[in-house]
C-alpha cells in the first residue's frame, strides 16, 4: 500500500498536461483555418485587381483611358465566393500622363471583401501604357 501513495495525484497531474496540450493545439489548429480563409481572399482580391488591370490595359489599347472612377468590369459572379462578397473600384488618374508621356495612366484598385469570416481590403496600383500612342 505504500508504494501507491500518491499515483492518483501523478495520473491527474499527466492528464491535465495532456488536456493542456490539446488544448493549446486546437488553439492553434483554430487560427490556421482563420489564416488560411484570409490569405483564399487576398489572393481572390489579387485576381479581381489583375482583371482590372487587364481591362484597363484593354481599353487603353484600344480607345485611350478617361480619367474617372469606374466599377468592376468582370462578370457579377466573380465578386461572391465561398459566402465572402468582394467590392472592386477602379480610379484612373488625371488626364496628363505620367512623368510626360501622355499615354500613360496611373490606375490604382481597390478591392475591399466582407463575409462571415473574413473581411479586409486590398490597394494595389500600376503604371498602364497606350502602347503605339504617338505613331
Excluded at 22 to 51: H, K, N, P, Q
Aim: hydrophobic fraction near 45%; include cysteine.
Amino acid at each position: 500500500m505504500d508504494r501507491e501513495r500518491g499515483f492518483f495525484f501523478l495520473e491527474v497531474l499527466v492528464a491535465g498536461l495532456a488536456l493542456l496540450v490539446m488544448a493549446s493545439c486546437f488553439a492553434i489548429y483554430a487560427r490556421s483555418m482563420e489564416l488560411r480563409v484570409a490569405d483564399g481572399c487576398r489572393v481572390r482580391a489579387v485576381f479581381l485587381a489583375r482583371t482590372q488591370f487587364a481591362a484597363a490595359q484593354a481599353e487603353a489599347a484600344a480607345r485611350g483611358l478617361a480619367p474617372g472612377s469606374y466599377p468592376w468590369q468582370g462578370r457579377a459572379e466573380d465578386l461572391q465566393e465561398g459566402g465572402i462578397d468582394y467590392a472592386v473600384e477602379t480610379n484612373i488618374g488625371s488626364e496628363g500622363g505620367i512623368e510626360g508621356n501622355p499615354a500613360a495612366y496611373r490606375v490604382s484598385v481597390q478591392v475591399k471583401w466582407q463575409g462571415r469570416a473574413a473581411r479586409g481590403q486590398l490597394d494595389l496600383e500600376r503604371e498602364v501604357v497606350r502602347h503605339g500612342a504617338g505613331e
